[in-house]
Every structure is written in structure tokens, then in C-alpha cells.
């Protein structure tokens, strides 16, 4: 089964409200990554979160990292229609993987 | 600068055919990545190149065939090409394996 798994699937919210998705994970790892995914495009990289860190910021966007429930939250503040997109959490498998296992992601539809 | 780029973008072929997928990426990094996704977006990780080496074969047909000829080339040669072949395939690389990954736009395969 998965290592990193979304929460919602879906999601759709009114333009400058807040969006949440989840993410749960299964083993100790020593970083989560968030990464957006636009309708016909690359992933792109939000942000990294180390084992020892609970919470980052990057403009609109915050992570924390709950390392003794094995979660972790991206909050998406005050958004826009261009944060449509799917967005999808990453960890390695375990300590010292020399990879990636991302989760299927959360639908986020942002309506004007 | 594109940072990972991909060649075709788009790939519609007959089944039993072969074709290949070239990656290169201008951002120095020492590993690079395939990934296949699916209809139902679940990315998951084919092979892993670090430093021309192959670090990472995950349970993909031998009719894949990976080559990387220097650090910032990573292409993927598929032979025999069959209807459950058809996904999106990603190129990305990072500075580490299992860092910040950067991906690039994506090569839409239809085999038909």
C-alpha cells in the first residue's frame, strides 16, 4: 500500500477561503515534500519538511509535520483560482531510501 | 532556461513498436529519475540514475530499457510497446536522491 496517502481526494472551496489537505504516512522518514501538479503539467515542488522541523511557511502556503502521528497538513491561505491544481505529498520509504513514494493526491478545485 | 526537459512532449504509436523518451536536465544535478503516471494520477517511481549509475530498478518490464550517458542525460527506450504502457512519463533529478526533485513537463504516450 502507499506510503503517503492524501486527504481529501477532492476538494473544492470559494476563492479566498482556506484549503487544508492531509497526508498520513506509515514508517520514520527524515522529510515529507508537498508538490503541485496543474492540469497537463510537471510536478512542481512546494516545500521540504525535515524530520525535526514542525512547521514551514512559503508565502500562502504552510506545512507542519505531526513525526509521532505520522502526518502532515498543507494549509493553502486566502486562495486564488490559479491554486487549481493536484497537489501531492512525497517520502521516502524509509530511512535512507534514495527515493520517492508519493502519495495520489488531493483534487483541489479553487471556484471564483 | 527550460531546467528539465523532455523530448517529444506527446508520443502516439501502434503496439509492438519501439520508442524512446530523452531527458536532460541543465541544473547540475548528479541524479535523475523516470516516472510513469497513470490515468488515475499515481506516480510511482520506474528507475533511478546517480552519477550514471543506476541506483533504483523498481519491478518494471524488461522491455524498459534506461540509459544515462552522462549525468545530465537520462533517456528510456521501450520495446515491444503494449496498450497498458500508455501513461505520462516524467523525467526529474535532484542534487540528492530522495531531496527536492524537479520534474519536467511530461512525455503523453498513447499506444494504440
Known amino acids: 500500500s502507499q506510503q503517503g496517502e492524501e486527504d481529501p481526494q477532492a476538494l473544492s472551496i470559494q476563492e479566498g477561503e482556506n484549503a487544508t489537505m492531509n497526508c498520513s504516512y506509515k514508517?520514520?522518514?527524515?522529510?515529507l515534500q508537498w508538490y503541485r501538479q496543474n492540469s497537463g503539467r510537471g510536478l512542481v515542488h512546494l516545500i521540504l519538511?525535515?524530520?525535526?522541523?514542525r512547521e514551514k511557511h512559503s508565502g500562502r502556503l504552510r506545512v507542519t509535520l505531526d513525526t509521532s502521528k505520522k502526518s502532515s497538513s498543507l494549509l493553502i491561505t486566502a486562495s486564488r483560482a490559479a491554486d487549481t491544481a493536484s497537489y501531492f505529498c512525497?517520502?521516502?520509504?524509509?530511512?535512507?531510501?534514495?527515493?520517492?513514494?508519493f502519495g495520489q493526491g488531493t483534487r483541489l478545485t479553487i471556484n471564483p | 532556461d527550460t531546467a528539465v526537459s523532455q523530448t517529444p512532449k506527446y508520443l502516439v504509436t501502434q503496439m509492438g513498436n519501439d520508442k524512446s523518451i530523452k531527458c536532460e536536465q541543465n541544473?547540475?544535478?548528479?541524479?535523475m529519475y523516470w516516472y510513469k503516471q497513470d490515468s488515475k494520477k499515481f506516480l510511482k517511481i520506474m528507475f533511478s540514475?546517480?552519477?550514471?549509475?543506476?541506483?533504483i530498478n523498481e519491478t518494471v518490464p524488461n522491455r524498459f530499457s534506461p540509459k544515462s550517458p552522462d549525468k545530465a542525460h537520462l533517456n528510456l527506450h521501450i520495446n515491444s510497446l503494449e496498450l497498458g504502457d500508455s501513461a505520462v512519463y516524467f523525467c526529474?533529478?535532484?542534487?540528492?536522491?530522495?531531496?527536492?526533485?524537479?520534474f519536467g513537463p511530461g512525455t503523453r504516450l498513447l499506444v494504440l
Open positions: 514508517t520514520s522518514i527524515n522529510n
Open positions: 541544473l547540475g544535478h548528479d541524479t
Open positions: 526529474a533529478s535532484s542534487t540528492l536522491p530522495a531531496e527536492t526533485q524537479y
Open positions: 540514475y546517480n552519477n550514471k549509475e543506476l541506483i
Open positions: 519538511i525535515r524530520s525535526n522541523e
Open positions: 512525497a517520502t521516502p520509504p524509509n530511512q535512507g531510501a534514495q527515493k520517492l513514494v
